[in-house]
DNA sequence: CTGTTAGCGCGTTCAG
DNA sequence: CTGAACGCGCTAACAG
């Protein structure tokens, strides 16, 4: 039930640093260096201007700031993942890097759509940020948005193709590595992997991985490393095929998830268990995912909140300065659940 | 491999309208009138002055423009739901409805934590954003940031305790009765309830109506609604429950998409066909858990972009001037899949 | 048609 | 210790 009420109620507009002077009764300066703290205000006066300032609830007019300090404390996340995956932990990691409240972030969505992209990045620099995020939907390489801009940009988990830009990426290779030796450590010896979409960096540099590691543990990988879809459908059709083809699997080392989800339930249709008889491992740690899985799903974890601390680390220091350039992977780490050692 | 630079490559500081003016070797006053399409200014002039813009890369200060106008084209995003699921549809809502890059939204996660939300909104008032919506966790009501904020507010998903506040939220209630009228319609008779957190007013809400859709049918509940939580294992092990009590049941209704993700999995491993034997839905239709799914999930959607539009809208409303109070509740809609109608 | 003046809210000189 | 004056980048009102 909504009601309309009489034509704006006269919204008090915030009070400026002279309403507060004239309540205190001393002028703007003094009303400025007795709120910031400075030297040369006698405590009397000070208590009298702060006690004001509380009075009419008064805050500062960043925008004023800003236009004199020439930094607006503001940076812009510039994102094209929509369902916020990456996007989310990434600003978290951000706010808490830039130290609580200290920065505020203008988060954009451009749907990877360049257009759209170009006009948020518009708005982004009218608004004088400090610094722009970008933050891609996937880990492929993505266009820069050019050398020539008057503020930094880090790129986070889809790098910049222009290798002077600064970018953060999750280590990929590293998580198929790492996945493929806590398999081989819990006894594994016939592993089978089952992958996403073939174009995806991500894809190719988890099997990379994967094949180094199998390689130094003096393992053949069982049969091809089987590419289809990132989702749970695929996950069901490819485990089929595995059993079939290969009964002996031990192992069933999935690139996302979703991927593994759909191999337990094929599994479980089938009546194999897990982990006694096949183990099964996901990419990405998606909470929603893993712990509903029977059972449990051990993961690689991205990490994606400490990439997004990262990034805002390097971003101030960019800002500061500091220009530093190149991509730089960030480590992950693996989650272990059920699916790879049995509960106790 | 990252590399540090010399000190600061100098970064070419933004450009000013006294730049455009000089270069153009007019006024800084006729530059703004060129740029703004004002009237009075020779054709050639404004060409000129245009052409300098492009040349140097002009972006108009926001900032500037915003202290003189006394409006920043900004509005704030106050959440708590870490995961996004709420949020980032409403935030591209509200994009879509400020008419893309004409408004900028700071997005600020709260996580909960009535500090940080403090922290945050001095913040987003010191920024001077034209105003706020703030988005919930849950749909339970929650306490008001006030009545004295120097702009207008508008709540999401959680309504404002205060009534005096505008609120929008998605309607739980109806959401109950289209769930049960798509079951009788599809010829079910025997309609068991498995629910979440029974202090969440969702779950309150979806009984609410789904108890008065089958009154309105001519029929009984099956059993008494089986409150548990929002998880795939609760939804397993009630499902166990009601084919243990009722094993004439021919329709399951979870009040979430993970609570029917795991009623689907009890059902199959207990040899019971979906849908032809019991149809299964789910609410919030939430992709990655419903089109996984084996039959993929009919689910109720709560059309968060729809919500975060008229968030948007009803904010922009207020901050012309139209106050209006009250709770709003958005409708939704259902999504039907193979979960209650056999696939063809 | 164009340039000059004033002022938005604030911080920072510099006199008093 | 305090206040007046200046400037940040921009637009509106006026004068030329």
């Known amino acids: 039930m909504t009601t309309t009420e009489e034509p704006a109620a006269s919204r008090p507009k915030a ?12 002028s703007v300066a003094t009303a400025s260096k007795a709120l910031n703290g400075r030297a040369n205000v006698h405590p009397d006066t000070r208590r009298r201007v702060v006690e004001a300032a509380e009075r009419i609830q008064f805050t ?8 004199l300090a020439g930094q607006t404390g503001t940076v812009g996340l510039l994102t094209n993942d929509l369902e916020g995956r990456f996007s989310l932990p990434i600003l978290m990691g951000a706010e808490d890097a830039f130290g609580a ?15 759209r992209e170009q006009y948020h990045l518009r708005a982004l620099l009218g608004r004088r940020v400090d610094g722009l995020i970008v933050v891609g939907s996937n880990t492929d390489p993505r266009p820069s948005l050019g050398r ?20 953060v990426i999750p280590d990929n290779v590293n998580a198929g590595v790492l996945a493929v030796e806590h398999l081989v450590a819990t006894g594994r010896r ?57 009964p002996d699997v031990d192992a069933l080392l999935c690139a996302s998830d979703q991927i593994a989800r759909g191999a337990l339930d094929t599994l479980r249709d089938r009546g194999v268990h897990v982990p006694e008889q096949v183990a099964v491992m996901g990419f990405d740690n998606w909470e929603t995912m893993t712990a509903g899985a029977r059972p449990q ?6 990490n994606f909140e400490m990439l997004g601390r990262r990034a805002a ?32």
Chains 1, 2 share one sequence.
């Open 148 to 167: 020539d801009l008057p503020v930094p940009v880090v790129y986070a988990y889809a790098p910049s193709q222009d290798e002077r830009d600064c970018s």
């Open 190 to 246: 016939r592993i089978a992997h089952i992958s996403g979409d073939v174009h995806y960096s991500a894809a190719q540099d988890r099997a990379l991985g994967a094949a180094t590691a199998l390689a130094a543990a003096g393992l053949e990988p069982l049969g091809p490393v089987r590419y289809g879809s990132w989702t749970e459908a695929w996950g069901r059709a490819a485990t089929h095929r595995v059993l079939d083809e290969t």
């Open 101 to 115: 409240g200290q920065m505020s972030i203008f988060l954009c969505d451009a749907r990877d759509d360049a257009i």
């Open 15 to 26: 009070p400026t640093l002279r309403d507060v002077a004239r309540l205190a009764g001393v």
């Open 60 to 67: 500062p007019n960043s925008l004023a700031q800003a236009i």
């Open 297 to 302: 799903l051990t993961s690689i974890d991205m």
């Open 313 to 344: 680390q390097r971003l101030v220091e960019a800002i500061g300065g500091e220009a530093a350039h190149g991509v730089e992977t960030m480590p992950v780490r693996i989650q272990v659940r059920g699916s790879t050692i049995p509960d106790t």
